[in-house]
C-alpha cells in the first residue's frame, strides 16, 4: 500500500476526523461519484482533484507545488477505487501519477455540503437586546468553551464586554494579542481616550461624540476596535453603540431609494489634522456581492466637502440625514456605562460607537484602545475549531 505514515495525506495542518466512510465511487473521466456510508452522494472535478492532490504539496510549509502551466490538455481520470484505508485512490490518464484523498477531508470539501464559515450577523435594537454579551477575562482565557462563545458572540452581535480585566494598557494588549495582531495607526499601536490639551481628535476632548465608526477615513477601515476602561469616575460620559447593520437594513426596508444612493455613491472621509492627511472616498454603506451588508462608515466629525456630481450633492445630503437620524434614534441605541477594568471590544465595521459628553472636573475618564482587524478573529475562530476536529480524532483513535 503506498500510503505510508509520512506521507502528507491531507495537504493541510488541519484534523478531518473520519466520520463517514467511502463506500462506492465511479468516474467518466472528467468527474468522481461518490457513495459515502450515510448515503450522501459527493462530486468532484477531475480538475480541481489534480489541483488538490496531497502529495503535490510543499512537505513543511504545506502549501501547494501543483502548477496548472504544468498539467497536461489531455489530463484525465483514468480510474478510481477505494483502498483498504479507505482513502480514495485516482489514477491519471495523460501523465504517469496517482493521487491518493483522505476520506475525511474530501467529505469536508463536499460542494453540497459547503457550510458558511461563521455565523450570519444578528443584528439588533434597543428592543431585543439591552447591553452588550459580557464575559469573564479569567474564564476565557482557562476554558476554550467559554473562548469560543465569547468569540461567536462578536461575529454574531458585533460588541462584546470582557469584565476583570487588569485596568491598564498590558491588560488591552493581552486582550488584543489573544485574537491576533493589533493594528497600529497615526493615533500609535495603542491610543488613550481621555480630554486631552491640544487635541487632534474629538474623541480627545470632552464633548459628546455622535455615532461614528473609527477611521472611515482609511483605505482599509479597522475591523476590530477594543476601549479599554482604565478610569471612569466623570459625571456623564456612558457609551452607546448602535448596530449599522440594523439601521441599513431599516432604510433598505423603508426607504430604497435612499438606500441605492447611500450603498452607491461615495461620500468623502477625511481627517484634519496638522500632521497627516487620509482620505477615502466611497458609499456610507457597503454591499457584498450577493447584496449584504457588508460594512458601514460613518463620521461626522470625520468628512471633508463633498465632491461628488452636482446634481447628486441635494438627494444624498437628504440621504445622509435620514442615516443621522436613524443613527441618533433611541430605538436603535445601546447605552451603558464602562467601568474601570472593562474592555469594550466592537465589530469596527458594523457597530457604530458613541459616548455622552462628560465634565472632567468630575473625576477622571481614560480609556485605551486599539485595533485589530476581522480576519485576525476568523482566524483565531478557525484555530479553536481546527483544536476541537483534532480533539474529535485524538478521542476516536484512542477508543
Ligand atoms: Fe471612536
Redesign the pocket.
Known amino acids: 500500500m503506498q500510503i505510508m505514515k509520512e506521507v502528507i495525506e491531507t495537504g493541510d495542518f488541519d484534523f478531518y476526523p473520519v466520520e463517514h466512510h467511502i463506500i462506492d465511487s465511479s468516474t467518466d473521466g472528467k468527474k468522481v461519484e461518490i457513495k459515502w456510508s450515510d448515503g450522501h452522494l459527493s462530486k468532484f472535478h477531475f480538475i480541481w482533484l489534480r489541483d488538490n492532490c496531497p502529495c503535490c504539496i510543499h512537505p513543511d510549509t504545506r502549501e501547494p507545488i501543483f502548477n496548472i502551466v504544468s498539467m497536461p490538455d489531455d489530463l484525465l481520470i483514468y480510474s478510481v477505487s477505494t483502498t483498504q484505508e479507505g482513502f480514495l485512490e485516482v489514477i491519471w490518464s495523460g501523465e504517469p501519477h496517482t493521487s491518493y484523498f483522505h476520506p475525511g477531508w474530501l467529505r469536508s470539501h463536499c460542494f453540497d455540503l459547503l457550510k458558511k464559515p461563521f455565523p450570519e450577523p444578528l443584528t439588533w435594537d434597543s428592543k431585543n437586546k439591552k447591553e452588550p454579551d459580557r464575559f469573564d477575562w479569567n474564564e476565557i482565557i482557562s476554558d476554550p468553551k467559554t473562548e469560543r462563545k465569547w468569540l461567536y458572540s462578536l461575529v454574531e452581535t458585533g460588541c462584546s464586554i470582557i469584565q476583570n480585566v487588569e485596568p491598564s494598557k498590558n491588560g488591552l494588549i493581552q486582550i488584543a494579542k489573544r485574537i491576533g495582531v493589533i493594528r497600529e495607526t497615526n493615533f500609535g499601536l495603542t491610543f488613550d481616550?481621555e480630554a486631552k490639551t491640544g487635541p487632534d481628535t474629538a474623541?480627545y476632548t470632552e464633548i459628546g461624540?455622535p455615532p461614528?465608526?473609527?477611521l472611515p477615513t482609511r483605505e482599509y477601515q479597522p475591523g476590530l476596535?477594543l476601549?479599554h476602561c482604565l478610569k471612569n469616575s466623570v459625571k456623564g460620559g456612558e457609551s452607546i453603540l448602535v448596530d449599522g447593520f440594523r439601521v441599513a437594513e431599516e432604510i433598505r426596508l423603508k426607504e430604497p431609494e435612499t438606500f441605492d444612493l447611500l450603498t452607491s455613491v461615495p461620500w468623502d472621509f477625511g481627517n484634519r489634522s496638522t500632521l497627516t492627511d487620509y482620505r477615502w472616498k466611497t458609499p456610507m454603506i457597503k454591499l457584498d456581492n450577493n447584496g449584504k451588508i457588508e460594512e458601514i462608515r460613518v463620521?461626522n466629525f470625520l468628512r471633508v466637502p463633498l465632491q461628488i456630481d452636482f446634481d447628486l450633492i441635494e438627494p444624498m445630503y437628504k440621504a445622509y440625514k435620514l442615516l443621522e437620524t436613524l443613527n441618533h434614534d433611541d430605538r436603535f441605541k445601546l447605552r451603558f456605562r464602562l467601568e474601570q477594568g472593562e474592555c469594550l471590544i466592537i465589530d469596527n465595521r458594523r457597530i457604530l460607537?458613541a459616548r455622552d459628553s462628560f465634565d472632567s472636573s468630575t473625576g477622571e475618564r481614560h480609556l485605551c484602545?486599539c485595533y485589530i482587524e476581522r480576519d485576525e478573529l476568523w482566524s483565531s475562530i478557525r484555530m479553536i475549531e481546527r483544536r476541537n476536529r483534532q480533539k474529535r480524532m485524538n478521542s476516536a483513535l484512542n477508543q
Open positions: 481616550v474623541a461624540l461614528h465608526t473609527d476596535q476601549l463620521g460607537h484602545g
